[in-house]
């Protein structure tokens, strides 16, 4: 552990905390890995050391893990990580156009980061939202029924300090970091703000309420 | 005319929907002191009488894989819910969990009950942030109010329910991938047998439920199952969700009685966007043979929807248009096969690679007919040949788009390229996009 700076002793209990969580500590190395990234950002070399530690492994155990899954990222993305949906679906209705104008008007490609570090971008597969296509994550939260448009303002926006709202999500958009605390477990306290569901997963509840009215 | 039958979804037009004080307001956890004054046995024989079966793809009568957990075994059990939903085209779960956690919360706690475990996982895809905040309050909540923990209710019976988010593999919503990477793992499919329910999680018996299959239990308790058989067919019983999504007027989720039609769907819903026709649809996610104009009118059961050539999968109809290229559909699905084949077995890890390989040149025009007889035999040696159905899935949407559209893959030669103008299938096409 030497090389690095070591996580604080909080920073250490609450690993502990996460691995109380299972009847066997190898399970809890998922949320470790989202805790890590909610602290550096991304999988740090410290981060897969401690956890091995942690969890009695070998560094190279951890990290065939880190490996395995798109949301571990093994360089820093932006404090904004934008996901624009390219699954069939999303592509054909405009997801194709959405991700080519998110690149030109940040100037960078698939899995790079603007410069200063605020947006990073990638092409992700279908994330459950297509009756709201064609759609982007930002941080993992729901941004529906996108435009080319819509995406260069959000890009924009993002860019300036001015963070969209989620269309089904909190009332501020979080960072990476903050929203990786939550895939780790770790609560905070937004659960009650936002909608409850959008229009269109309500589209057949208004029918059906409608058919019963007849 | 079909009528919609809301019941997961029926408190969903509050705006506090997804709290546990309006779910108890529509009759939530009713359910749970009705199944704990059972024994575990008759509620399994409850579930399994319903009729039951899994709203994730399979359709496995849902009581008897709970009847399949070894009793009096002195063994730890486990109940483990699949919400990795991440089926090309699936997006009722999200919303679901969104709107409505406690029903999969109170579902949970009966299902573990039935099988006696007290030990519960809930396996979510990572890429969903709020459903996750959502169902850790709900959790929570439910631990607050005595209904997980220790002594439910005075029952004697415990529970602890884990919430445990995935990291972005759709390869881990197969039941056995989900395990490995809940113990810990990288998330490649276990040979089978043994089944979960023999050696699951941990090498316990484990049972690994859909959301949605889960979700359902409560109502069936509560409502009795004459209320249940009076809804679907003859074996497909009760009500479901239907994600529409697509080139139609108004995509959104419909809880209807299985064996509803996607023409009724589309009646009720207001049809195709406006100016144009249906193309093809996929019944259940990309992994589920394509269908066109001439299958408007199968019922979407488990038998009907596998009689006419495919599977009721996910129940997500994607629906495209005439302005769609089919070639470009079945390039972009083999891309996501490809991109998510967890490499274990080779035909798929290897086969998938060849597969993009050949439709991006087919799409492109330089392809020749020669290579379509080639592609389907490079499908014949993929699907079966490996230890879970997503190499089934990356050929499903090749083999039934050279089926119905053989034609379209011939014109992409002729025409030296693609005829299809990609704008003119996006939804701003007219917005000067």
Known sequence: MSDYQAFTTEQLATMDKIIARYPKSRSAIMPLLHFVQSIDG???????????????????????????????????????H????????????????????????????????????????????????????????VNWEFFDNQTPQSVKEMVDDLQNGKPPVPTRGPNTLRTWKENSAVLAGLSDGLANEGVQAGPATLRGLNIAQGQDKK | MTKLTPVLSKNWNDADSFTI???????????????????????????????????????????????????????????????????????????????????????????????????????????????????????????????????????GFDLELTLHA???AYICGEETALLDSLEGFRGQ??????????????????????????????????????????????????????SLSGHVSNPGQFEAPLGITLREILELSGGMRPGHQLKFWTPGGSSTPIFTAEHLDVPLDYEAVSAAGSMLGTKALQVFDETTCVVRA???????????????????????????????????????????????DLCDNIAGRSFCALADGAVAPIISTLKYFRSEYILHQTNGGCPFDPIASTLFETAGA
């Open chain 2, 21 to 155: 004080a309006n779910y108890k307001k529509h009759g939530g956890y009713k359910a749970l002191p009705k199944a704990l004054s059972q024994t575990p046995d008759e509620v399994i024989a409850l579930i399994k009488e319903s009729g039951l079966r899994g709203r994730g793809g399979a359709g496995f009568p849902t009581g008897s894989k709970w009847g399949f957990i070894p009793q009096g075994d002195n063994k730890a059990h486990y109940l483990v819910v699949n919400a990795d939903e991440s089926e090309p085209g699936t997006c009722k779960d999200m919303p679901l969990l969104l709107a409505n956690p406690h029903s999969l919360v109170e579902g949970i706690i009966i299902g573990s009950y039935a099988i006696r475990a007290n030990h519960a996982f809930i396996y979510i895809r990572g890429e969903v942030v709020h459903v996750v905040r959502r169902l850790q309050q709900a959790i929570d909540d439910a631990y607050a109010a005595g209904l997980l923990g220790k002594n439910i209710l005075n029952s």
């Open chain 2, 166 to 168: 995935g990291a972005g």
């Open chain 2, 189 to 242: 499919p276990r040979l089978r047998p043994p089944f979960p329910a023999i050696a699951g999680l941990y090498a316990m018996p484990t049972v690994v439920n859909n959301v949605e299959s889960i979700a359902s239990v409560p109502a069936i308790i509560d409502n009795g199952n004459e209320w249940f058989q009076a809804m679907g067919t003859e074996k497909s019983k009760g009500f479901t969700l239907y």
């Open chain 2, 330 to 376: 079945a390039l972009r699905w083999s891309e996501f096969y490809k991109h998510e084949s967890c490499g274990k077995c080779t035909p798929c890890r290897e086969g998938t690679w060849w597969l993009v390989q050949m439709l991006e040149d087919l799409e492109a025009g330089r392809g020749t007919e020669a290579d379509l007889d080639k592609l389907l």
């Open chain 1, 42 to 80: 991304y999988v740090t070399p410290r981060g897969i050391e401690s956890i091995a530690l942690k969890l009695d492994l070998a560094t190279a155990e951890v990290t065939a893990v880190s490996s395995f899954y798109t949301q571990y990222k093994s360089e820093p993305v932006g404090e904004y």
């Open chain 1, 82 to 137: 934008v996901g624009v949906c390219i699954n069939t679906l999303c592509a054909v209705m405009g997801g194709d156009a959405i991700f080519e104008a998110a690149c030109d008007q940040l100037g960078i490609k698939n899995h790079e980061t603007t410069k200063n570090g605020k947006v990073s971008l990638e092409r992700i597969e279908c994330n459950a939202a297509c009756d709201f296509a064609p759609v982007v994550m």
